[in-house]
């Protein structure tokens, strides 16, 4: 079935697979199915929207709303959103339920909404069990880390998001089980390497992609047990190491020079590992995965991104270890999940937001561990189950139900969430959708400081000083754990800001998008984010292999 999306008016389609999923996730009452009917938007779209409700990376400082100390926070000081310290709104001085209020039928449900979320207060950040890492966010057991995103049970790691168990690393996304890396990205089991993307098992590797189980290889591509190779040309130990030493002398040349030669090179047409029947990017260890980017243990899901762990989900950002969940965005360990925000260790639960260990409840905020609650007001379960429906038929004749929140109810500016990242707006385009947009009121500073090229030769001074990116013309600093990383790797020392570099980290990636298209070698029909009108030579997985193997 072909649909137009009512945003941008694109056709997209709805397979009967696609509505048996959504069969499945409808809710029940009485014997009595309120089926969540098919998507009005596209798949870009409802991405847009939920994304529109996550800002990860934007940090500030506030005070508290109850006990007035200043806290790290994700809610901007302009904010209207009533903000509490963490450990202030998991104590028992804060109780959700003291802020239930009757549903209304005069109204539509997102606006009582709206007026929930605005009174309920919200947590300040997620940073459980911290260890001297205070600016974190959606963040578990890291230790002596800075600006991780995302990220658990990290050690002295830094400027990453969605890093896992990674040591005195910096500058990376999506890695696990990494140890003095830089600017690594979709990799894994990785030891001293810098500039790497897909890399698995490598060690003292510089500027490479697709490496499997190489050391001390410089500029390479697609290789797998290699050790000094440059440009994917072998060498013995002593003449790799005298080649090597000018381009690492000047390795932002290097990285030019590498990135050109790059472009030459035939790509694969997904990055995928043990991936069976799935479409998208990044995707590993899955079955039945479509349309699904930077994922890992997936079955029977289909438009998915930076998840792992999950069984029969559809349209999910940043979730792990869940089933059946529908329309949502930063959840976990949930079951028979639909339309909700920042809800955890849930079941049965529906359009709720900064909700925990909680289950059959529907339109809450803030809830710990509650059941049979509508818009945060207690109910039995048998009056749960009675008016539960009715506000379903309300929301189906006011064109709500199986709608994520709409984005002008976002706790956020469209520039401090994620969504300005994956689908970049102007402050004019988002004002005209009635959204709002934070405007940045850091003055770009003025210095002379001139920063060395490499940390042996900076002053001692360096991280006391205000410096400028030269890319965006924003301020930042190095401060000194930063410092001692560059001096123990003798990786060059960064002239642009952690975001620029980031921005740039994210555009080494294709973007969430598909395309049909043939291999550049045997003619076979491939399904890849190689948009066609791009000047990448791209090979079936077939070809691929017999290139670089």
Not at 88 to 114: A, H
Not at 239 to 247: A, G
Not at 490 to 504: F, S
Request: hydrophobic share 25%.
């Amino acid at each position: 079935m072909e649909k137009a999306c009512k945003n941008c008016n694109h056709q997209f389609e709805i397979t009967d697979e696609d509505l048996a999923f959504y069969d499945r996730v409808s809710s029940l009452f009485s014997d009595k199915k309120y089926n969540i009917p098919s998507p009005t938007l596209c798949p870009d779209c409802r991405q847009q929207r939920r994304l529109s409700f996550r800002n990860e990376r934007n940090l500030y400082r506030r005070k508290s709303d109850l006990g007035g100390k200043e806290v790290v926070t994700m809610y901007s000081p302009e904010s209207k959103y009533l903000v509490y310290d963490q450990n202030e709104w998991w104590g028992e001085s804060f109780d959700p339920l003291k802020y239930g209020k009757d549903f209304s039928f005069d109204k539509p449900f997102f606006e009582q909404f709206q007026e929930l979320m605005m009174a309920v207060p919200r947590i300040s950040l997620i940073n459980k069990e911290p260890e001297n890492s205070e600016y974190c966010n959606f963040a578990f057991r890291n230790k002596d880390s800075y600006l991780l995103f995302t990220a658990g049970e990290n050690d002295g790691c830094s400027y990453s998001n969605r890093i896992l168990k990674s040591r005195d690393t910096l500058d990376s996304s999506n890695i696990t089980n990494c140890e003095l890396c830089y600017s690594a990205v979709d990799s894994e089991n990785s030891y001293n390497c810098a500039f790497v993307k897909n890399c698995s098992n490598c060690s003292d590797c510089i500027l490479g992609q697709n490496l499997r189980g190489c050391k001390n290889c410089f500029a390479s591509f697609g290789l797998a047990n290699k050790q000094y190779c440059i440009g994917n040309i072998q060498y013995e130990k002593e003449e790799y190491e005298r080649r090597v030493k000018p381009f690492l002398e000047n390795l932002p040349k290097s990285k030019e020079d590498y990135f050109k030669w790059l472009n030459k090179i035939p790509r694969r047409y997904m990055e995928a590992t043990n991936a069976e029947n799935c479409t998208g990017d990044n995707i590993y260890n899955s079955k039945n995965a479509k349309e699904c980017y930077e994922v890992k243990e997936l079955q029977d899901c289909k438009f998915v991104s930076n998840a792992t762990s999950l069984k029969d989900c559809y349209d999910i950002n940043n979730d792990d270890n869940s089933e059946l969940v529908y329309e949502c965005i930063g959840s976990e360990k949930n079951y028979m999940h639909t339309f909700n925000d920042i809800c955890w260790f849930n079941s049965e639960i529906s359009y709720c937001s900064l909700c925990f260990n909680s289950k059959n409840c529907f339109g809450c905020v803030g809830l710990k561990k509650n059941q049979y609650c509508i818009l945060n007001k207690q109910y039995t379960k048998e009056q749960y189950e009675e008016l539960v429906p009715k506000i379903i038929e309300h929301m189906i004749k006011n064109m709500e139900w199986g709608e994520f929140f709409p984005m002008n109810i976002s706790p956020f500016s469209y520039n401090e969430s994620m969504a300005q990242d994956y689908f970049p707006l102007s402050k004019e385009n988002v004002t005209s959708m009635g959204l709002k947009w934070r405007e940045d009121k850091e003055e770009t500073p003025k210095t002379g400081y001139k920063l060395p090229d490499f940390a042996k030769d900076a002053k001692d001074d360096i991280c006391k000083q205000i410096l400028v990116c030269e890319a965006s013309g924003k301020a930042y600093k190095i401060v000194p754990s930063e410092l001692n990383f560059y001096k123990k790797t003798n990786l060059p020392l960064p002239k642009k800001c952690p975001n620029q570099r980031h921005k740039e980290r994210m555009a080494l990636r294709n973007p969430r998008k598909l395309y049909d298209r043939k291999c550049d070698k045997c003619g076979t029909e491939i399904t890849t984010t190689y948009n066609p009108k791009q000047t990448e030579t791209v090979y079936c997985e077939k070809c691929y292999l017999d290139t670089v193997s």
